[in-house]
């Protein structure tokens, strides 16, 4: 390939020719912190041969706040708010990881209103946040704005949902230890039956404007293939270790919450590569459709928080916990560590976004630059939880 | 799942000198966990991860802990010459154990589907003895949290390919995640309710003593 | 064939737009300044604190415990209790918050304090449209702007205004009760507080 480039003086130089100039050398690139296409301030320092990627180098830390020192200086109750801002497209999945590992370190009970509440809405949370995701992976694509103002579309009647639910629409701070905050009337379980029937019919529009396209297919299919044993080593968790065939999700390992009550599937993919991994959050969906007309059918009244757990003063026995559920994005696990005092000794947040990303310089070595952009897309990351 | 009573006597039996001491958690979770000697730990690590019945392949999560100097008290018969005769008095002691730094690997088993097992590693101390084997050649998972404990921690991790700051820029100095970690005072202040940030952030930027500025240099 | 998935995607874009001109659904976006959608009414926003009666000042339920103070994750309230005590609207002597402000740069709107609050003084408030020319001035609320009356909070939460003033009430009630009993120690059959709400009558009748 010997493709000219002309410049103003061509006359007066003699032309430049792009094999003369970039044959055999590395050219590093820096993407990011301030792009587009990386979900938030995230760089890579890439090596790249003409336009395949020959080393990648994620650098993190644009956003750190420290987030476990936070959490060590206020009380057990003050750090829930704060878990909102992790993944603060999750926040209730945040709220709910962060109350199930302290009412493990406490031995709180939740009333049975209160884990269906929960149920509901973690999994309304996951359609949202896979909803968004898949328009965000097309606009990353090229299809720029369409896609994700449809997915957008949907998520915001999701979000109207927790707004007139908890107050806030992404910033929800609804769970408590030993239950939830404000109780769910009728209305809003109305609400919440309409808008699910409603979904699959999103759904099915969607995959029909993206399944059998030509355009997503050659971008995605065997792009960022991921192995099974490499995924399990690395500790990928989520869709994208269910895209490799990998058979793991806490829902089902570890039965928290009231699923083991649900009737679900868990879909797998087969190839590990993005295609799998865009599939495999629209598959999710589907499941979590599944989930939520149980969960919203079996719903009882019945108290939403155990009157044991204090809202001041709230302190725990000597011990240490780990509690972990399957958030969109993957295992989110909280560690805490109490020595009887008002805030955690340790507060230690396994982030999955963060972990997904170990190996995703094997993913992109190879292949484009504008495919790295599609591999970051597809692996779902929100900087607020990878940088904490 | 096996208990770690029997986990650890396996593991001791497959590797010769290895040390594994049980520690206790009272907590309601009633997750004890493991303390492996740090010689043998990629080692021990191995066995956990390859053993047929055990497949721990999955490590979720790497941590640190920051545990500082502490002081118990305690009190101790001691026998003791009293005006000429001996006696048996109780005498307060303070014992003193040196502070150190943990880090904790929860791990579970996609093939089996069980888990937690809890490993922890200690080091010698806080300050030049902090230095733990890696174990990022056994699970791929640890590289990035090692990478964050040796950033927000200090423990340098032998061993690990690639140990640098993550969070952190490279200049920065201190681990803040440390228990004595002091703040810096250099905050850009204005006026808030944060009374004793305002304090401290005039303070830094208050003008220097007169006399200071006037000594010849 | 190549190019049937590219159409199908068309067709559901054309759908889309000719569909939003027709069904609710499809087009969800309000027109902003010009049209609202309601707010609901668990929504929050910033905390205020409620006064009964005219006076702002002397009818703040605030009795500066500093309770949602210590509790504040961001550490965002900043309270001086008084040192003498004033009378409140009902004419009995309290403590007051000689200073309370709230920095809304700082707030993260979490509602902690509202919950923590023994005296249901504070609540959060709906108000969103809060750009101000400073931020050093006009973003740390004192008390003078955080005062609103209790009719206000009733307009904004009618269900829970009720409910909070529900509890008052038969708090109040309980606890002239329960003083009417000290005072009469001669009828020994009513010394029990009635009503669920008795033990609770202690903070808001004091």
Redesign the interface.
Known sequence: MSATVQTLEAMERPPVTMSSRLEGELLEVSMGPQHPSTHGVFRMNVTLDGEIVRKLKPVFGYLHRNHEQIGEQTTYLGSMPYTDRLDYFCSMSNNWAYALSVEKLAGIEVPERAEYLRVILAELTRLQNHASLLGFLLSDMGAWGTPLMYAFREREKILDLFESLAGSRMMCDYMRFGGCRVDADDNWLAGARKIVDRFPKFLDEFEELILGNEIVIARTQNVGKLSADLAISAGITGPMLRACGVNYDVRKVDGYGFYPRFKFRIPLGEHGDTYDRLMMRALEMRESVEILKQALAQIQPGAIVNPKAKIRAFRPPVGEAYGRIEAPKGELGFYLISDGGPNPYRYRVRPPSFINLTVLEDLCLGHTVADVMVILGSVDIVMGEVDR | MESLEQIKARAEAAIPGAKIDIVP???????PSLLIDNEHAPAIAKFLRDDPTLRL?????V?G?DWLDRVTKKTVKVKKVVEGEEKEVNEPIEERIPGYLEA?Y?LFS?AH?HG?I?IRMRTRDRGEGARLPSLTPV???????EREIFD?YGIRFDGHPDLRR????DEFEDH??RKDYVQPDDFEW??????DVLARAKQHYAPRPAEQELRPS | MIGTGILKGMGVTARNFVGSYFEKERLITVQYPEERSPLPENYRNFPFLIYDGEDPQAGLRCVACKICEKECPPQCIYIVKSDDKKPDYMGKPQFYPKVFDIDISVCMSCQICVEVCPFEAIKMDKEFELSKRERFNHLLQRKEELSKPNEYYHGICPTEAADVDAKLGAAAEAAAKKKAVAAAPAAPVLAKPTGPTGSTSAPASS
Do not use: Y
Not at chain 2, 139 to 145: L, M, V, Y
Not at chain 2, 166 to 169: E, H, P, Q, T
């Open positions: 958690n009272l907590g309601p979770a009633n997750q392949d999955f490590c979720s999560n941590t802990v904790v929860h996609m589907k937690p809890t699970w791929r998972s640890a590289e990035f949290q927000l993550i969070l952190m820029w803040p995640m204005e006026p808030t309710p944060h009374d």
